[in-house]
């Protein structure tokens, strides 16, 4: 029987833990579970917007959520994602109560908050296969990248022009659409409040609908402040599982208000206009092997669950 010896390096550089096995994972997130993260569309000021012509014989605009699969995503999360039993909770009952509301109050906007490598990109990556029959390579839904689309802050009137072009002129095409935007935390000041009319409590708009479509905003604000949290309830005997997204929120909202980036003073957070920031806790080691031995198992690496064996920094997993 052939053996094959893979030895993954996981650059464990930000130990949060004391008493416990909790680790912010950081680096090691990003070298550890990059293969799990979403690419970006190319530059997407090029493209021109769609119109229900456009759609491929794959994907039409639909009535409805037709393509949602709630219970795919519920299944999903349970089985992929690790340690984030609050994202989990949040992400299904509000998707649920949105898809299953044909009469929205007004559109959804999530908020995924937390340190780097820890599964907000997965997460969003999961929402998207769920809901759109082509995941991620759905006509229907948008990324952005700050560091691609939104780079210099001195070119903001532009950004904030086009934004809210592209934005309008899909949704004004079909009313089911996904917007992404990752790393909200350094997008130029201001940016975001051009949604505000779109993520606000207005049946129409010149006489478009904005309520159904969903947004969500990928943030590293506010992982220190999760971090100690996390690790304060573990020095306290507690489990993480007894962490709530009630005491979380206050401190999330604060922080992403007050620090410069994306929602600095934003006017989706004075208004509460963000449906719920959701808090994404650090990685235990546990979670990390799992994750890794979740990603090799996709790849095809093996066809049973790998024997993972640890020594200091370095896990040895021996795939049959």
Known sequence: MLMISLVLVLLLSEIIVTPADAIGLGVAGAVALA???????????????????????????????????????????????????????????????????????????????????????????????????????????????????????????????????????????CGWQMFIFDETDEMPPGLIDVLKPFLDFYPKIGGVDYRKSIYIFLSNSGGREISRRTVQQSADNMTRENITLKEMDGILKK????????????????????????????????????????DLRDKAFLSATPKITEGGNFKQVNIT
Request: hydrophobic content about 40%; proline content about 3%; some cysteine.
């Open 35 to 173: 293969s799990l993260g979403i690419g970006y569309y190319g530059h997407w000021l090029s493209s021109r917007r769609y119109s229900p012509e456009d759609f491929s014989s794959r994907e039409y605009c639909p009535e409805y959520w037709a393509e949602a699969n709630m219970i795919a995503l519920e299944e999903t999360l349970k089985q992929k994602v690790y340690g984030q039993h609050l994202a989990e909770k949040v992400v299904l009952d509000v998707l649920i109560g949105h898809i299953k509301n044909p009469n929205q109050a007004k559109a959804l906007a999530l908020s995924f908050h937390g340190t780097t490598g820890i599964g907000k990109t997965f997460v969003s990556r999961i929402i998207a296969e769920s809901l759109f029959k082509d995941g991620l390579s759905s006509k229907y839904v948008h990324v952005f990248s700050t560091r691609l689309h939104f780079l210099h802050e001195s070119k903001l009137p532009e950004y904030k022009n086009q934004l809210q072009y592209w934005v309008s002129s899909n949704i004004a095409a």
């Open 255 to 294: 922080m992403a208000f007050n620090l410069k980036g994306g929602l600095w003073h934003s006017n989706l957070i004075e208004k509460n206009l963000i449906s719920f920031m959701v808090p994404f806790l650090p990685l235990e080691r546990s979670h990390v092997l799992k994750c890794i031995q979740d």
